[in-house]
């Protein structure tokens, strides 16, 4: 089992900046890729971006160039910068982790409000 624990949402203006965090425990040795995803009020989950344990990273398109997944593995903690932020970003921000034995794990949601 994992357990993942964002943090870092809030309310912001629109061209601010947050970084989110999500610290994971548990089994992290099982774990192959790390990724944010983020919901919308009446909209589907979406995938933002994600990290392998190797260190590659992928983005939608939405949030290229504005956005950057990382992680520290000494503290188990995969981040997300998010720069230039927009209303359009508002959002409840999932941290996931996909695991041996195709385990998907969700954290508990952070919430991200961009005012304009």
């Known amino acids: 089992q994992v357990q993942l624990v964002e943090s870092g949402g809030d309310l912001v203006q629109a061209g601010g900046s947050l970084r989110l965090s999500c610290a994971a425990s548990?089994?992290?040795?099982?774990?192959?890729?790390m990724g944010w995803y983020r919901q919308a009020p009446g909209k589907q989950r979406e995938l933002i971006a994600t990290?392998?344990?190797?260190?590659?990273?992928n983005y939608a398109d939405s949030v290229k160039g504005r956005f950057t997944i990382s992680r520290d593995n000494a503290k188990n903690t995969v981040y997300l910068q998010m720069n230039n932020l927009k209303p359009e970003d508002t959002a409840v921000y999932y941290c996931n982790a996909y695991a041996w034995f195709k385990a998907d794990y969700w954290g508990q949601g952070t919430q991200v409000t961009v005012s304009s």
């Open positions: 548990g089994s992290i040795g099982t774990i192959k890729t």
């Open positions: 990290i392998t344990t190797g260190g590659n990273t």
